[in-house]
């Protein structure tokens, strides 16, 4: 049997065993059909509205191109010679297609509300006999979803299987950023992928690249410390998570203060408000069944349920600046100015620092070295990538991404239409230059 | 003012008015965000996952380009020379971002089971006091809306202005070719919309094209009825309309009978189930909300809602055959198999014809001549496409388009797995052979 | 050992056998670098410069891929089961390779001047001792060379493999429309080559595609039929082909003639002048050559000579127009008015009929049937592709193309130069209309 | 009037004046369709062969964009304002459009090996009165060709106009990067044109980017730095620019030394060889005319000039390694070895360091400010590019590119072929390590 999927990335995503096909067709991943891969980012890319089916499968063909080429070119021959046994194919297939099963709706804003883990739910989702995925799994052998979830979870023996699905270039960080520039219409994340799979190669401690396909790796680091800064970190995104955030936070508010007529009656969230969800309950939610009750709420008697809700469904963002260490200090002032303005400081203002490691060769604490990306000499000895790339070297283990404060876009209006709040509103402004807070008196 | 918006297809979407601004940030137009363009067709091209919302912004950004164009090459100079008047850029801007406003979900499945009409309840949002959009609109001049209504509903008087919003070739078709084409990952709906805006110009009684494009012309023609065949008419994709419609028709039928345990409480539903609703019950339907309450069914005491429910959201397609005129009169034979099967033939048996006509000169009745394609020579004179194009000629006034059998996978199951319905399997294969219905006796 | 070569139609051209890396350099196949795959199209269409060499590695990669694909899902097992024999696998590449090695610089016109034969000359350096083509390919098997021209020839007696070079849907054509495509700039070669390649396979009679695919093959046949009539069979560039013919054919002249100070001492071109060469003299020319002898030659003491070659080398092509029959018999006014005007009729106007059997089922004389595509079921049994689409049928067996008459641009200058020519100008002016001769009694 | 050229990289280039349009049709300009853009990178991505002629296009296209983007929104209003006026848009396009029209065939080893200079030849080629391009631009005034050889040599007052053709991010290189990348088929060199005009605007001191499209700008800088190390310095391509530097020595030195049947008569050449040439003479040569040259010479008597004309014209490149500051001193102990294996070292040696300075805003000498990139905050105030981007910093003012030591492939024949040389390889061989130059001794 061979099947194929059309796939705007790919292709094509060929289908080989009979295993995958039935994976596919399961219930918990064609939820995942429902549930967008970049949560709110279409709100400022229209066009990225592709879910993590797409990503999914786009990772599992990935990793079945890079099992191909090291079938190919690098099989097995003795025992530990570093070099690639096929029967290890399947089970990177399956962790591939499957790393993602365990994600909800809005993910990172839904687990921090609900104290949801998709890490946890994903090997939940594999090893509980009472899921389709698993019941397909077992086909392979009774320990095969312990297996595949080991791959996940990062514990697997054979280090060049968890490295395909996960390591600083893997299958999911390459195909996400190729999916995530095709959908935006941004080319920030495009980068060589045939070529960086030509370099590619088993070897003992895992997966390495040829060094001389050091540039086509070093422009994969450049592209995704784009994609971060231009796409996936971008301010407009960022503040309607901060409202979908707030108005998850007053749903849980009300509800555990009684306040039930004002956020009716959400069957299916209930068991997350109540704190207590079982894996059925957790993979009946999907992007619209959240996206259906904020439309309920939008009705709420609570103004603000009722105000956050056409907030987040109209897309109204709240406005945000950049602050330093040397500003934050001024962060009090303007929350206070924005409660004078007559709004609520906890659902109305936030920080928001979202950071990422564009490339990290040095774990914090200092004591062990973090997952490097290794380049092989035409005499097999390695060298690390930041020490032959000033590119990568100059992004290596430093924080990228900056913080913000948000606020109501009412802040800003103009002293052209005089208000009630036009004097509060000036004030506030002083506050700000050039996109970031600034001391109204070195101003 | 000058914003723009990211797109895939055309890079950027210039908004140059704030009247735009504001229609797109209401609340009605960003609800298309949660309605997809292409219904289920997903189910078979899983990249086609875009919404309403980006076709829409597409098309107006098509339809700016054109009034450019027609601004810059062919300005009116005269009362009636047939030439373009910019005065009416911003009535046909408006119509071609809000020509899909009035759609819901599932949009034309949804209204043949509920008799909801999309065309009627976009002039209605257009019209109707109570909208946002008719707000902004009304910003513009009290008659205003009205007049954007009548270029949908094409009894504006200036016919280039419809023409381009509703004709053969206009920016309606012009985007969702090319944006289908993009978010499947085929290439058939492709064609050379730069060329085509080049070789467009006005004319008195409408939009005509120089014949030294007629090739880009003919090509957009034979992409448009290559979409039809490979992507709008895939075979299940159908089949997913078959199971949606019946799903729904299946839950009218049970709250028709008084089963309202059966389909639980389906808030947002209930209107329509009732038969009564508003335009504000309309706006809060999506995607989401139906698929709700299809989450909700799959616990349903009622097998057929339940079972269809499942089908529906977990991706189990029915199968289907193509059948003759000759063959039409197997069918009854064949659903008395399905239901001798243990199938409600009701609920798990179709027949759908899907027909396009790919470029019609002729209206069926004769009477008088349909929207065509004229192409103007150097010298003014016009001759319309079909009558130049061998290619065009070719598929012009006839229906493409496949009758097909819809019926449970199930039915073809082989022999090895021996079963109580195996002789009625049997007995149904007897009747297929290539894809297609035929008679057993000639078989 | 395998080597890339990185390609913008295919991403890379994979070389797994060191008799290709070989093949690859040769003299030979090296200097196809220096001829331009399409001649005088790059006038029109000016991205358009690519050459031979790149084309030749692209019907190779093609090859290989469709003998991947072949080997994968179609291997032989018994002798005469219609299925794919890989050891048929390197003939195959080294004819797709070669197959235009025979090719000179600005082929079709080179011929037709000085009586070459690119197909008899692809044959003679293949098999001569004295090409490096040959000797590589001797290394392979004393018969080889003889081998991989019989497949070039089309006698090679699997036709498999003759198919895949030389069909109606072959290697060489697939990589042309699409690389012709993507040169020029125009979308209107591209095809779906990876689903082609998927419903490819092998039968006793040659190549046959399964009819799933059958959308995608009409889809390459209505491609190609609009490449010919939008780029290969363009006016302009016919013009210079035209231009080109008659300089070459006043060198001939002026050799015949003993006027060797006016055409020089162009070395390379000698022994065609002399109409003697060798293989050897043939291997020497290119684009590159011919243009030397062009530039010296617009220094020459012969007006025409002179006066071509800078027309053809500073792009100053001929105008022309269509003309029916009907109105081919006014073509001998039109010529006298011409020379009325002052130039000499044989070099300064043509006619040109290039014509195009876009897809062709039977062939002229209705003896027997030519080369045509043949789609299965999935009972085996075979349809020809024109029995089945509407679109190939409208072209089938018609050829395309338009007799054009060509005429210098200067007879089309308006009368508000006065001049001493003005008059017959604009006696001439009254045949033309619309881009076409008319007759102008009736005009 | 307003034509169009088809063209891959901008879709089409828009010609909106007479003089533009027939500036391209004069025999300068046609000219560099016979001169490769990129010189001998094709022999190493055989994609890129694309001309001269259709870069400058691009680069003119790219020019017309930006003043209609400022035109349309920061156009004068008062003198000295900083914005654009209008009245500079036609000086700009055409030396957007001429700015490589003094290049001649392999431009940089024939200007090293002749003398010539291709910025004073283009100076000399737009104000002689001989030439068609200089009869078209003095159609528009007296002056003109001066004013537009000014803006080539930056010395025209606007600073505006000169950055638009020549500054760190200038047209030229936007159109170069964008083309080279579609033609060699790789995408190193791919950046957001659209977003880079988006930001672009005018201001007294030249052009600026608002600071929101700093990752805009940061990307094509990025761009560049990699194109220079995949493509431009690829060291294949100068391996082959290295033998054509010594075919061309080796011919005059035969030339300076009488051996004039060594190397024939090679009319066109001659001027150059006699050190004494015209405009015209420069305008007759192109790649073709030297490739004829070459071919003639592959008979030379002369063996070096034999050898070397056969290696370049047949793609038979010299290897070459790395070397370092430490290992320089190593090179003369290769180079005599290389000797000893019977090759001239003078001309089959070679050392050869392409350097790229990628973003400089030092010049070497320190005194004064190179061409810098600066980025415009809302309130109107500058930063420096590199100041605010971390990848920019660090390679701002940096050498990029190696030094490499070129020798005959032959000196890594391995050992299994034993011949009369093997002793010598192998000493040789003792002084490579991973593709550089080390010390045999530490080896």
Redesign the interface.
Known sequence: M?K??????H??IYIQHQVILDLI???EF??L??IRQLGTS?IT???A???R??HS?GVYEITRQICDIFQR?YPTKTVNDGLWDDKERLVALCAALLHDIGHGPYSHTFEHIFHTDHENLTVQILTSPETEVNQVLRRVGADFPQKVASVIQKTYPNPQVVQMISSQIDADRMDYLLRDS???????G???L?RIL?VMRPYKNGITFH?SGM?AV??YI?SR??MY??VYFHPVSRSMEVILSHLLKRARFLYDHHEQEAIG?P??LLPFLKKSFTIADYL?L????L??YF??WCDSSDQILNDLA?RF????PLKSVSYSAQTKKLLPKLRKLVSEAGYNEEYYTATNNSYDLPYDTIVPDGQKKADQIELM???G?LVELSAVS??V???TG?FSGDERFFFPKEMLSSNEEPEVFTPIYQKFQKYL???WVVDPKNN
Chains 1, 2, 3, 4 share one sequence.
């Open positions: 061979e194929v999927l059309r796939d705007p990335i292709s094509y067709n399961t219930r064609q939820r059909r429902r279409n890319f229209h066009g509205e592709h879910s089916f797409t499968v070119n095709y959908y935006t219409g941004t080319n920030y495009t980068f060589d045939k030509r060094i540039h070093e422009d450049v410390f784009q800064q231009q009656n069957v299916l009946k999907d992007d619209g069944v996206n259906t439309i309920q056409k469904l109209n897309r109204k000499r035409d005499d000895s000033r590119l070297n100059s992004i430093k230059k050039n996109r």
